[in-house]
């Protein structure tokens, strides 16, 4: 490159930089009321903690009535937009006045059920796939999982008698109380308590109450022989997001069949006070052909609730003290041995 | 406006069966309670259990021959209650109550309670939307 070439590459450079600058300024200051559009991006600045990390800290609701995942081709769409979603919800809950449909245990009232919020303009929770849906298993995961009973708890419940429940070994670590999902914020997992100290964000659940610690102070992950029912926390700021990765998942968790090789990449942005942006990058090459992305905020669970409401809304989940539903569970498949009804299926007892 | 309500009421049917069953099933509905026993139950409330994993509601009933029997009814999370609108007060003790649901599989007297009727015949736990309730969408 001849010297003139280069003063001239140079001073573009310059320029275009200062342009950029310039231009940034100016849009600071509308920016600011729009602050919570960009994912990721934004001019509002989180206020500090004492010890100067940006604060997340509150309580907040991530539950959305927006699926993970794409309807697939032929299923109907997905609600995109609050005012039908409330009539739709009007519409559905009339039906459940009709009389109990025999034979069809799974008729629980829509009332149960957490609704959410419908995530405007969009139709999944997912946002890096060309079609909207969890990649495709590798033949690896599918042999494996095959081999692998599934806990009767994971998902599929209320369609048959749901037997042979040897012990509690046979049913979910949820129904156990012993341990939420892998990535807890979707579905009902989803009120994250967040608590900071020096060198520390801690994150809560509502369900099961289990708190991820996240130390920030770069110390490497526990080796590969260790695992954790919510897997090993490590993380770190990039400006203003935190990001977190977990690694050391145990096999005893299914994260739709993702077991001790999964990796979660989260990032965690206050893009402005009621707001957090919040991502996760789902990875596990022994499961899924490629990693996948979702992208959901969190909502200020106390703005919602209204002044009380955050502390109102979350009830201490006690859960084994509460359990009931796991006797139940076990007195009925003991009298479906009884009646002869028991399925003969693996037993997950290990 | 017909059509497509009804293709969102059909959507959000599907989403609540599809997404919510999964999630929802923290335990397995058909592991404890059986679909080809449905019940009604009419009775006053002695006593409330207002925790999580579930609420559960207990009702005696009072049988022809005049003795009592005592029921428990789950009900859903305190949280999601809260959410409707229902929290303990409106159940106080004696509250007379009429449930509709699946009773347990194993005999017992305990059913999953699905509707719920007052006395003065507001449905709770059931019907429009529109409770009131801090979190309800809006019409």
């Known amino acids: 490159m001849t010297m003139k070439y280069r003063f001239l590459v140079l001073t573009g450079a310059f320029i275009l930089v200062a342009a950029l600058a310039l231009v940034s300024l100016v849009a600071q200051a509308p920016a600011e009321k729009n602050a919570a559009k960009t994912n990721g991006a934004t001019s509002w600045t989180p206020p500090r903690t004492p010890w100067g990390d940006p604060d997340l800290q509150g309580i907040w609701n991530a539950t959305w009535r927006t699926p993970t995942q ?11 937009d609050e005012e039908d979603a409330a009539e739709a919800i009007d519409e559905l809950v009339k039906g459940y006045d009709a009389p109990l449909k025999q034979g069809d245990v799974g008729t629980y009232n829509a009332f149960w059920r957490e609704w959410g919020t419908v ?37 599929g419940g209320g369609g048959d008698r749901d037997s042979n429940t040897r012990g509690p070994e046979d049913r979910s670590l949820r129904e156990r109380c012993l341990s939420w999902d892998a990535q807890p914020y979707t579905g009902h997992g989803g009120f994250p308590r967040i608590v900071q100290a020096p060198g520390y964000v801690v994150i ?20 590969k022989s260790v695992q954790q029912l919510n897997g090993d926390q490590r993380g770190h700021w990039e400006g203003d997001t935190l990001v977190v990765e977990t690694t050391n998942f145990t096999d005893k968790k299914s994260y739709d069949g993702a077991r001790e090789n999964l990796t979660l990449l989260e990032r965690f942005t206050r893009v402005d006070p009621n707001t957090i942006n919040y991502e996760v990058t ?69 | 406006m017909r059509a497509k309500l009804a293709a969102v009421v059909v959507a959000i049917g599907l989403i609540l069966v599809s997404v919510a069953v999964p999630a929802w099933a923290h335990h397995s509905f058909a592991a404890e309670f059986d679909a080809n026993k449905p019940v009604n139950i009419k009775g006053t409330v002695t006593r409330l259990e207002w925790v999580n994993p579930h609420v559960w509601i207990h009702v005696n009933v009072k049988k022809p021959d005049g003795s009592l029997e005592n029921w428990a009814i789950e009900a859903g999370t305190p949280n999601t209650l809260y959410r409707r609108g229902i929290t303990k007060v409106l159940l106080p003790i004696g509250t007379e109550i009429a449930i ?34 801090p979190y309800d969408p809006k019409k």
Request: proline fraction near 8%; charged fraction near 30%; include cysteine.
């Open chain 1, 70 to 80: 794409r309807p697939r081709r032929g299923e109907p769409a997905v609600v995109t």
């Open chain 1, 119 to 155: 995530l405007k303009g969009r139709t999944e929770l997912i946002v890096d796939s060309p079609d909207g849906r969890i990649p495709p298993m590798t033949k690896e995961a599918q042999a494996r999982e095959a081999r692998y009973p599934r806990q009767r708890g994971e998902g």
């Open chain 1, 204 to 223: 809560t659940i509502l369900r099961i109450h289990e708190a991820r610690i996240i130390p920030l102070d770069g110390r490497p992950h526990l080796p």
């Open chain 1, 282 to 350: 789902i990875t596990d090459p022994t499961t899924w052909v490629r990693p996948w992305k979702m992208a959901f905020p969190f909502r200020n669970a106390a703005r919602e609730f209204g002044p009380d409401g955050a502390e109102a809304g979350i009830t201490e989940y006690a859960c084994h003290e509460g359990n009931h539903a796991l006797t139940g569970a076990l007195s009925g498949a003991r009298a479906d041995d009884k009646a002869g009804l028991t399925k003969k299926s693996a037993s997950n007892a290990r």
């Open chain 2, 100 to 133: 509709v649901g699946f009773s347990a599989k194993d005999g017992s007297r305990r059913a999953n309670g699905r509707d719920m009727k007052l006395a003065d015949g507001r449905s709770l736990f059931l019907g429009s939307s529109g409770t009131g309730a």
